[in-house]
């Protein structure tokens, strides 16, 4: 494939996006770490901890929260009525398992449970 084709696709799939998040009031916020196309198109991206404010006070009715479970789930726990959205539901944070179990995960643990961590893309 072309680099013109492939750019022509990816503009016709942005405009989808784009026309489809108009009619379904939809808002996609995506984390630092997961690729650019999607932090291109999305609406706000930052760690969890600022995704979570910013879904807490969005007008829209659907949030697409391009991040790993515990975020999309932070994001309904604060946004009952809304319907939260995760692409892609096998995304994962390493560190984020580190903050429940029997040992102490460290500051660096709790700091990816709480939304502070910022991990590597090519880890993510």
Do not use: W
């Not at 770490?33 to 879904?55: C, H, M, N, R, W």
């Not at 006070?57 to 697409?64: P, Y």
């Not at 309904?76 to 995760?86: G, T, W």
């Amino acid at each position: 494939m072309s680099k013109q084709t492939e750019e022509t696709e990816m503009s016709s799939l942005t405009e989808e996006i784009q026309i489809l998040k108009k009619e379904k009031q939809a808002m996609i916020l995506a984390h630092y770490y997961v690729p650019d196309e999607v932090q291109e198109i999305a609406d706000v991206t930052g760690d969890s901890f600022y995704l979570s404010k910013v879904a807490k006070e969005a007008d829209a009715k659907i949030l697409v929260f391009a991040g790993v479970s515990f975020m999309g789930e932070s994001a309904k726990i604060l946004n009952p009525e809304k319907k939260v959205l995760l692409p892609d539901p096998a995304a994962d944070c390493a560190m984020a398992h580190m903050a429940g179990g029997k040992e102490s995960p460290g500051k660096r643990g709790l700091a990816c449970a709480y939304g502070g961590c910022r991990e590597d893309p090519g880890n993510a």
